[in-house]
């Protein structure tokens, strides 16, 4: 197994959308109008007024449904396709403590053998090889160089529970559809185009376009299957030189009960 498993369920949702835990502040800057999804007319002074007032309130509401939480546990089945065809689907058990430390096993279903287990805290990421009795220690940087994503401890938490990440609410704007409300954001690394549904402003869709013109990397992400406000099935499809299609399936989950991240590395584990 290629450790780009464990790093795709890290990451499940670069889902892959953001607004923070903080409350939203409207920018009095607009984002620039891109076709259907821009909603201020500049030369309509009433209009720009109501439409500041609307992007407020369905920010208010998106932020609503922001997930809190003091403990999360999950058993989440995990499919991917890429360019070598279907992978063998794996397992993954999840455990994290808000703001302290996120703990993941990863196991081959078919074999039911546990090929990764990782430990990730806001400073660091340690990664065992169960199969080749391997330990690496790394800073959590290493995440961003791996996927070249721009990952902290935040945005890894709020991608595993299913909360947007990357949408920048000061640089906003909505438009309202007869089936979607549309969302729109520019930030430093991502333009992101989001589907919300319309009687309560959950998340279906979100679409992550490079800012740089110089790659081509994109991501569509799908939410479905919700119970309550968390998204059960989510489907990622990630391209750039090569396209990665990824679903993910939590069969088991739970909030704020007492759990435990204890982690411990063998001793006749080798550095790597």
């Known amino acids: 197994m290629r450790i780009f498993y464990l790093l795709f369920i890290l990451t499940a949702q670069w889902s892959l959308f953001g607004c923070s835990a903080t409350k939203h502040q409207i920018s009095s800057t607009i984002a620039p109008k891109d076709s259907a999804t821009a909603v201020i007319e500049n030369n309509a002074d009433a209009l720009f007024k109501d439409s500041v007032q609307f992007v407020k309130q369905t920010l208010e509401k998106l932020d609503s449904n922001y997930i809190d939480f003091r403990t999360f546990n999950a058993k989440v089945k995990v499919e991917v396709d890429n360019a070598n065809g279907k992978q063998p689907d794996i397992t993954a058990t999840l455990r994290m403590v808000k703001d302290s430390a996120i703990w993941i096993s990863l196991t081959a279903t078919f074999l039911n053998i546990e090929v990764y287990r990782a430990y990730i805290t806001k400073d660091s990421v340690i990664l065992l090889n169960k199969q080749e009795k391997e330990v690496q220690y790394r800073s959590l940087d290493y995440l961003q160089e791996v996927t070249e994503i721009p990952f902290d ?120």
């Open 153 to 272: 401890f935040q945005t890894l938490q709020d991608m595993i529970i299913g909360n947007p990440v990357f949408f920048e609410a000061k640089h906003a704007s909505f438009k309202k559809t007869d089936q979607y409300l549309l969302g729109s954001s520019w930030g430093d690394d991502f333009k992101n185009l989001l589907s919300l549904t319309l009687d309560n402003y959950l998340l279906k869709h979100s679409k992550l376009d490079d800012v740089n013109i110089n790659r081509n990397r994109t991501a569509s992400i799908t939410y479905d299957d919700y119970e309550k406000k968390f998204s059960t099935k989510r489907q990622i499809i990630i391209s750039e030189k090569n396209k990665i299609d990824i679903r993910l399936n939590f069969k088991q989950f739970e909030f704020n009960k007492e759990l435990s991240v204890a982690f411990s590395v063998p001793k006749n584990y080798k550095k790597k």
